[in-house]
């Protein structure tokens, strides 16, 4: 075998558990679980990795609020989760879909249509990064539950190179991708109930991790007031709705007041909290969101 096949077998996401051995001989009662019990274990290993989360979210908040971007890089499963959650953010905050987004191996194909060679192409890694204009002020966070994926590796070492701050996110302990990255990030799950499928724990550790990056990055920019998401773009029924239940809530007024000034500010939460809760006008509430840098609270405190 070649050394990067040592170095595979070696993985603890990769190792069997003999607690699974008879797996095609349970019921599904016992399957199910059986993945239960190993998946109420991935939130604790989050939870032991969050002396190196915290730090990384520190330093990308820091780097968006002097105008950079996220950026996720992945191949396989851990790209696909990675192009969910960026995918979220513009309706959840109204961000441009070019402030998070993800890169993937094998393109915007490979969502859907599995190319999981791709992976192992080092060049494209780079090249991406390259494409994506990666500068200075950009974080890029690498995800690869081995920690061993070329591509991912490759374009953490680009990011790095161009001064980016770069992540990386994997699933196993002193992996080359937290040797690459500035910020490592290891979310030690273990074994898998089913040997080597990653898209398991190792997946759901990566969708917690991701979680945190981009809504508390999102947090640190303005984009709530207390837990409300005041920032959401309301495209359809369910988020019109919920957007005149913040503006209620929040200013402290009845629903059908909170629907009729949300319809008379073209569905803006924060402009028709001002409206609402501080007696402004539609202009006075625009600038004075302007002044506050669009954040709701020192819009909302100040004289």
Do not use: W
Not at 51 to 66: D, G, K, L, W
Not at 111 to 117: A, H, L, S
Not at 121 to 136: K, L, R
């Amino acid at each position: 075998m070649s050394t990067l096949d040592d170095d595979l077998a070696n993985l603890a996401t990769e190792a069997s558990n003999p607690r699974y051995a008879e797996l095609d001989r349970m019921s599904v009662a016992e399957i199910a679980a059986a993945m239960n019990e190993a998946d109420a274990t991935v939130p604790g290993a989050v939870n032991r990795a969050l002396p190196q989360i915290v730090p990384a979210i520190e330093a990308a908040s820091e780097r968006m609020s002097r105008g950079g971007r996220l950026v996720y890089v992945g191949a396989g499963t851990p790209g696909r989760i990675a192009v969910v959650d960026a995918s979220e953010c513009p309706p959840t905050f109204s961000t441009p879909p070019e402030l998070v987004f993800a890169i993937m191996a094998g393109g915007a194909s490979a969502i859907v249509t599995p190319t999981e060679g791709a992976e192992d192409d080092a060049d494209a890694g780079s090249a991406a990064i390259d494409e994506a204009g990666i500068g200075p002020l950009d974080t890029v966070i690498g995800i690869a539950s081995s920690g061993r994926t070329p591509y991912v590796i490759a374009a953490i070492d680009r990011a790095r190179a161009l001064g980016a701050l770069t992540v990386g996110l994997s699933c196993n302990v002193d992996t080359a991708l937290s040797a690459a990255a500035e910020f490592p990030i290891e979310v030690a799950v273990g074994p898998e109930v089913l040997t080597g499928s990653t898209r398991l724990k190792a997946g759901t550790a990566q969708k917690l991790v991701l979680n945190m990056f981009s809504t508390i990055v999102m947090v640190q920019q303005g984009k709530t007031y207390g837990s409300f998401m005041v920032d959401l773009k309301p495209t359809n029924h369910k988020l019109r709705d919920r957007a005149v239940r913040m503006v209620a809530e929040i200013a402290g007024v009845p629903r059908d007041e909170a629907e009729a000034t949300l319809e008379g500010n073209d569905y803006d939460v924060k402009t028709s909290v001002l409206v609402l809760a501080r007696g402004l006008s539609q202009a006075e509430a625009e600038a004075r969101l302007a002044v506050a840098g669009g954040r709701l609270r020192p819009a909302m405190e100040g004289a």
